[in-house]
Nanobody, 126 residues
Framework: QVQLVESGGGLVQPGGSLRLSCAASGFNLDYFAIGWFRQAPGKEREGVSCIGSSGSTTVYADSVKGRFTISRDSAKNTVYLQMDSLKPEDTAVYYC???????????????????WGQGTQVTVSS
Protein backbone atom coordinates (compact mmCIF):
# COMPACT_ATOMS: atom_id res chain seq x y z
CA GLN A 1 0.00 0.00 0.00
CA VAL A 2 0.99 3.62 -0.51
CA GLN A 3 1.58 5.52 2.71
CA LEU A 4 3.05 8.84 3.78
CA VAL A 5 3.73 9.41 7.47
CA GLU A 6 4.68 12.78 8.94
CA SER A 7 6.56 13.12 12.19
CA GLY A 8 8.61 15.66 14.11
CA GLY A 9 5.95 18.11 15.17
CA GLY A 10 5.64 19.42 18.68
CA LEU A 11 5.64 22.47 20.90
CA VAL A 12 8.39 25.03 20.43
CA GLN A 13 8.97 28.61 21.56
CA PRO A 14 9.11 31.48 19.08
CA GLY A 15 12.51 31.55 17.43
CA GLY A 16 12.98 27.83 17.87
CA SER A 17 13.39 25.08 15.31
CA LEU A 18 11.76 21.82 14.31
CA ARG A 19 12.47 19.30 11.60
CA LEU A 20 9.50 17.53 10.08
CA SER A 21 9.87 14.19 8.32
CA CYS A 22 7.72 12.67 5.60
CA ALA A 23 8.47 8.97 5.27
CA ALA A 24 7.08 6.98 2.36
CA SER A 25 6.27 3.31 2.00
CA GLY A 26 4.91 1.47 -1.01
CA PHE A 27 6.49 3.81 -3.54
CA ASN A 28 9.76 5.58 -4.24
CA LEU A 29 9.62 9.24 -3.30
CA ASP A 30 12.42 10.03 -5.72
CA TYR A 31 9.91 9.81 -8.57
CA PHE A 32 7.45 12.28 -7.05
CA ALA A 33 7.30 15.96 -6.34
CA ILE A 34 6.59 16.34 -2.63
CA GLY A 35 4.76 19.28 -1.13
CA TRP A 36 4.34 20.44 2.43
CA PHE A 37 1.04 22.05 3.38
CA ARG A 38 -0.31 23.41 6.62
CA GLN A 39 -3.72 24.21 7.98
CA ALA A 40 -4.43 26.33 11.03
CA PRO A 41 -7.82 26.44 12.75
CA GLY A 42 -10.25 28.55 10.75
CA LYS A 43 -7.86 28.96 7.83
CA GLU A 44 -7.54 27.36 4.42
CA ARG A 45 -4.89 24.79 3.65
CA GLU A 46 -1.74 26.59 2.62
CA GLY A 47 1.12 25.35 0.49
CA VAL A 48 4.39 26.09 2.26
CA SER A 49 7.05 24.28 0.25
CA CYS A 50 7.65 21.75 -2.50
CA ILE A 51 10.59 19.78 -3.86
CA GLY A 52 10.69 18.42 -7.39
CA SER A 53 11.25 14.76 -8.16
CA SER A 54 14.80 15.51 -9.26
CA GLY A 55 15.52 17.39 -6.05
CA SER A 56 16.85 20.34 -8.03
CA THR A 57 13.67 22.39 -7.81
CA THR A 58 12.51 23.79 -4.49
CA VAL A 59 9.84 26.39 -3.86
CA TYR A 60 8.65 28.19 -0.76
CA ALA A 61 5.74 30.33 0.22
CA ASP A 62 6.72 33.93 0.86
CA SER A 63 5.71 33.55 4.49
CA VAL A 64 8.38 30.90 5.13
CA LYS A 65 11.08 31.80 2.62
CA GLY A 66 14.45 32.10 4.30
CA ARG A 67 13.27 30.22 7.37
CA PHE A 68 12.23 26.79 6.05
CA THR A 69 14.30 24.34 4.01
CA ILE A 70 12.96 21.31 2.16
CA SER A 71 15.18 18.35 1.28
CA ARG A 72 15.04 14.67 0.49
CA ASP A 73 17.06 11.66 1.61
CA SER A 74 16.71 9.00 -1.05
CA ALA A 75 18.31 6.28 1.08
CA LYS A 76 15.63 6.77 3.72
CA ASN A 77 12.81 7.42 1.23
CA THR A 78 12.07 10.53 3.27
CA VAL A 79 11.51 14.23 2.66
CA TYR A 80 12.28 16.75 5.38
CA LEU A 81 11.14 20.23 6.23
CA GLN A 82 13.61 22.06 8.41
CA MET A 83 11.84 24.95 10.13
CA ASP A 84 13.93 27.66 11.77
CA SER A 85 13.05 30.98 13.38
CA LEU A 86 9.56 29.74 14.05
CA LYS A 87 6.77 32.23 14.67
CA PRO A 88 3.41 31.81 16.40
CA GLU A 89 1.72 32.19 13.02
CA ASP A 90 3.46 28.98 11.91
CA THR A 91 1.21 27.05 14.28
CA ALA A 92 -0.78 24.53 12.24
CA VAL A 93 -1.15 20.90 11.33
CA TYR A 94 1.49 20.15 8.71
CA TYR A 95 0.90 17.62 5.93
CA CYS A 96 3.12 16.19 3.25
CA UNK A 97 1.69 15.21 -0.10
CA UNK A 98 2.95 13.53 -3.25
CA UNK A 99 2.05 14.43 -6.79
CA UNK A 100 1.18 11.34 -8.77
CA UNK A 101 1.75 12.00 -12.46
CA UNK A 102 4.82 12.03 -14.61
CA UNK A 103 5.78 15.60 -15.31
CA UNK A 104 3.98 16.88 -12.23
CA UNK A 105 5.27 20.32 -11.31
CA UNK A 106 5.46 21.82 -7.86
CA UNK A 107 2.47 24.03 -7.19
CA UNK A 108 0.54 25.30 -4.16
CA UNK A 109 -2.78 23.66 -5.08
CA UNK A 110 -3.52 20.94 -2.57
CA UNK A 111 -6.14 19.30 -4.80
CA UNK A 112 -3.52 18.44 -7.40
CA UNK A 113 -1.63 16.13 -5.03
CA UNK A 114 -2.70 12.50 -4.86
CA UNK A 115 -1.17 11.01 -1.71
CA TRP A 116 -1.33 12.53 1.76
CA GLY A 117 -0.02 11.82 5.21
CA GLN A 118 -2.00 12.08 8.42
CA GLY A 119 -0.46 15.36 9.53
CA THR A 120 1.66 16.42 12.46
CA GLN A 121 0.89 19.27 14.85
CA VAL A 122 3.29 22.19 15.14
CA THR A 123 2.63 24.65 17.93
CA VAL A 124 4.76 27.77 18.36
CA SER A 125 3.97 29.49 21.61
CA SER A 126 5.64 31.22 24.52
Amino acid sequence: QVQLVESGGGLVQPGGSLRLSCAASGFNLDYFAIGWFRQAPGKEREGVSCIGSSGSTTVYADSVKGRFTISRDSAKNTVYLQMDSLKPEDTAVYYCAAGGAYGFQCNPNFYEYEYWGQGTQVTVSS
